[in-house]
């Protein structure tokens, strides 16, 4: 087994992370200072979101240059300092790829835009447009037209994303070289491997056919705020895929991930996560990216049985053998696991039960930081603290297209827009959470909850806090092969609002047993023909022929070599 199958890994968003300079932004110094606290915790690999440098437009995800670190966060010999700091411990570094576009910013991009005729010019999407305007009707996913008309040269670039950040031309030969040498740079200094951002939106249509959907991008979002059935969701998001189906997963992409699993193998041991749930993007199972996210796994409202019995069936079934699955339940662009799963009444103890389930799953799980705390989606209500565009942009469209008074809109567009899931970790029971000092604003305001034990301080002096919940169930999963390496089977009891199965190795084999209900549950053990060693148990627990489940409970049981006398 690979050290990416076997390893949990820990989405590290930087800017929000730990200040180790105190101007208020999380840097390199500061995860340094941290490096024990992720052993600590008992994670195996970090997934580092961009740290190079950016003009932060879209918080990173607008990369100025591909070699190098932003230097609010640092310098290449701090980076190397936390990469050996992480190998040092036995822990694994992935960095966040964008291929699809660049910033504005960069100087790619800069000499591309400079004239028709500059060598670099067809390294993006340039188009002389129609008569009128555009090329077609196609839009960006962030808003507005995809085509942004540039002056300079009296063409339009094209731009899936925000207009700073113009889209790649990946059929050019040199594009490829230019940043198959970037990732070289960075597997060269012992990097582990990458995340890819956006990989579906990587081609267009190059017949540029307009797209179908027959409304605006205004009709969508009116029609999304105002659906309520499931049937008026589903329509939502039926136009939403018709608005830009021509933008992404077009022919040729997998042939350039082909291309990129080349040159990382041409380095041992290194892996490419693919920030897509389309399972063609495994290849053969060895020919392309080695995992991609199961996000189906978290769009819903509720863990229930049916629901992850259903999404392994599917997943697994449709993944090539020699594939692997990662699994997440959220990152740096949807909620905080515990507002957006919880019911309000029980948050912490769906989120232990939610945590149980993904790393007994089969399948590498990936966390995001700030989740072993319990942080909460944060309400950021003053528009002019908004860093993520799109809050800003939800709050345009509030009072511009539902009419809501401004106060109202801020407080829709902070859950709508990314701030609420960015805001600083929370360290301590200090102003700022303990991120920066108590005399520097910090980049996004801090969720005021750390004053209610939402801090690792805290909860590190407390053994029953949620932190030290998932330290414990990190190491539940790390001493047991059958929760990391073993083969899914589902188990279905009578009462199949019970999520049970059975994660089977060569060494070992256990039973998992969920209860994602508020009530008491009964299941009978009896026809098993194994007797059972406890592994795991949120409460005392007699393992005789018949179990208890409390609400929200966990149970985790070896049955390897206890066949019972009477079987
Ligand atoms: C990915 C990132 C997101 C970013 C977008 C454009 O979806 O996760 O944060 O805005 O790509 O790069």
Redesign the pocket.
Known sequence: MKWWQKAVFYQIYPRSFADGNGDGIGDLAGMISRLDYLKDLGVDAIWL?PHYPSPQV??G??VADYTAVAPEYGTLDEFRCFLDGLHERGMYLILDL?L??TSDQHPWFIESRSSKTNPKRDWYVWHPGQKHGPPNNWLSA?GGSAWEFDETTGEYYYHY?FKE?PDLNWHHPDVRNAMWDSVRFWLDMGVDGFRL??VGTIFEDPSLPDHKAGVTQDDLYRMDRLAQTAAEHARVARLWEEMYQPQHDQPGIHELMQELRSVVDEYPDRVLVG?TDDLTYYGDGDNELHMVFNFPLMRTRRLTADWVRKNQEERLAGIPSKGWQCNPLG???CGRIISEFGDGQHDEEIARLNLAILLTMKGTPFLYNGEEIGMTNASIENPSDFRDPLSSQAYEMEIRLMGAPPEQAAVYASQRG?DKTRTPMQWENAPYGGFCPANVKPWLPVNDNYQHGVNVHDQLQDPNSLWWYYQRILEVRRENPALREGEYEAVVFQDDHILAYRRVSPEQACLILLNPTAEIRFLDLKHSGFAYRIVYSHHPLDVMDSITLQPWDVVILDESGFQRDSC
């Open positions: 979101s879209d918080c995800y607008d964008v699809n576009h962030f994303f950040q951002d956006a920030e990152n740096h662009d990314r």
